[in-house]
């Protein structure tokens, strides 16, 4: 009968990583559907950009106050889980804080843990009050209705319930240990806990446990359900911001991927030798689709993007386009990508791994063309955005295809190709008349 929780404990365990492990499986499947792209160059740059942005947070506290909340949350969250580590222990082995023989560092520990818990409670109540009292600007966007809003507040309720459950199981452990009761040993110090812990004084040392027990279990079936959920909410760039900044651009900002195809036939048009009547190669392979109309056209990066984006709207707040009452919203754009994506995968998984055409695409159904053309290319979006999204090169790509492979520019576009094919310029003027204005009195 004793083995009985550690045989729940672990059953529990077991069920959590395994569903994990089948999202992640889906996850990575998902993200390989997109074109492949080399990525082994400046490897110390990428390691570098990983360091300083993404265990860094240097780009979240361009602006301070959201900031350096992010930084209380995320160090929290990456600290205190350390803790998560001696709750699987005790819970297979049966043991009660099995690090305790650490003496002053387990003390100095908890003491961390502790102040951690209670900064993480008062910056997601910032959070909370921030958008939903203050409701700032960027949380109020169309495409932030409904299921967005949702799981913004819905991540900072359980990271507060989270908390508070850690914070009584240490207040009833601290308690039933004043109190010498067997298998609580004397360990840890209680900064914030120990105040919480005169409200257990009248209960009977058996309720007590029981309190302890129950918050020791739903921690840790609640960090087990966080980590599931992670998948399905925006926090998924917790996991992927690592990678999202390694694998990010490293090239300058303003410079764009040259088409192999096209740069091959401007050169064979400059080649004096070339014959321009020869006849193409009938062995030759033909020639890849013109920019993206659906996520298996971008690039896998383009996609791992799409699901690292954190909402924050950072980017939508300083697009120009959409600061003068235009519809983009560079952050649409990447919510857009990923939920194309999202379906595109179900798609695959209801017909055994195969995708069946759904009728569907990402430019029409998700992006319109307004959208794409309200771009200015101004970069703006990628340089605010903290953890190095590029929602610039999905816009390009799909301007791309409109344009090589539907002619589908808009008409001044149009009007300023032909002029450049056929005057040299942009202006519709004869190369022989573009002197003419100086010849006027």
């Not at 990010?248 to 030798?273: A, H, I, Y």
């Not at 992006?367 to 929602?391: K, M, Q, R, Y």
Request: charged fraction near 20%; include cysteine; aromatic fraction near 10%.
């Amino acid at each position: 009968m004793d083995y009985i929780p550690n045989i729940l404990f672990a059953i529990l365990l077991i069920a959590g990583i395994a569903f994990f492990a089948k999202n992640v499986k889906k996850l990575i499947r998902n993200i390989k559907l997109g074109k492949p792209v080399d990525t082994s160059d400046h490897t110390s740059q990428r390691w570098r950009n990983m360091a300083r942005i993404a265990l860094g947070q240097t780009k979240m506290v361009v602006r301070p106050i959201p900031g350096i909340l992010h930084i209380i949350v995320y160090v929290g969250f990456i600290i205190i889980n350390i803790e998560v580590l001696e709750i699987v222990l005790d819970g297979l082995l049966g043991t009660h804080r099995i690090f305790s023989f650490l003496g002053g560092f387990y003390s100095f520990l908890i003491a961390s843990f502790e102040i951690l818990a209670l900064l993480v409670i008062v910056a997601v109540f910032l959070f909370w009050v921030r958008r939903n009292i203050i409701k700032l600007k960027r949380f109020l966007n169309p495409e932030m209705a409904g299921w967005p809003k949702k799981d913004g507040n819905l991540i900072l309720y359980i990271e507060f319930v989270l908390m508070v459950l850690f914070l009584t199981m240490n207040a009833a452990d601290y308690q039933l240990q004043q109190m010498d009761v067997a298998h609580y040993t004397k360990a840890g110090a209680f900064p914030v806990s120990q105040f919480i812990a005169p409200l257990f004084q009248e209960m009977s040392i058996s309720s007590i446990i029981v309190l302890e027990r129950t918050a020791w279990w739903l921690h840790i079936t609640g960090i087990l359900m966080f980590l599931n959920y992670l998948y399905y909410s925006k926090h998924l760039h917790i996991l992927l911001a690592f990678p999202n900044t390694y694998f990010g651009k490293v090239r300058p900002k303003g410079q764009f991927n040259n088409l192999d195809s096209v740069t091959k036939e401007v050169k064979l048009m400059m080649d004096p030798t070339a014959d321009p009547f020869a006849a193409p190669d009938e062995n030759a392979a033909p020639p890849e689709k013109f920019g993206a109309s659906d996520v298996m056209d971008l690039e896998w990066v383009q996609l791992l993007n799409a699901y690292t984006c954190t909402e924050c709207g950072r980017c939508t707040s300083e697009c120009p386009a959409n600061l003068t009452g235009k519809k983009l919203s560079p952050r649409k754009i990447m919510m857009d990508t990923r939920d194309r994506l999202e379906e595109v995968g179900k798609n695959m998984d209801a017909n055994k791994g195969v995708f069946v055409p759904d009728g569907k695409q990402l430019l029409g159904d998700y992006i319109s063309h307004e959208e794409l053309w309200a771009c200015t290319t101004c970069n703006a979006c990628v340089e605010a955005c903290p953890v190095s999204i590029d929602p610039l090169s999905i816009i390009m790509d799909m301007r791309q295809y409109l344009v090589m492979e539907q002619s589908a520019a808009p008409s001044d576009l149009n009007n300023m190709m032909g002029n450049i094919e056929n005057n040299g310029a942009p202006w519709p003027f004869n190369q022989m008349d573009r002197l003419n204005w100086s010849k006027e009195s």
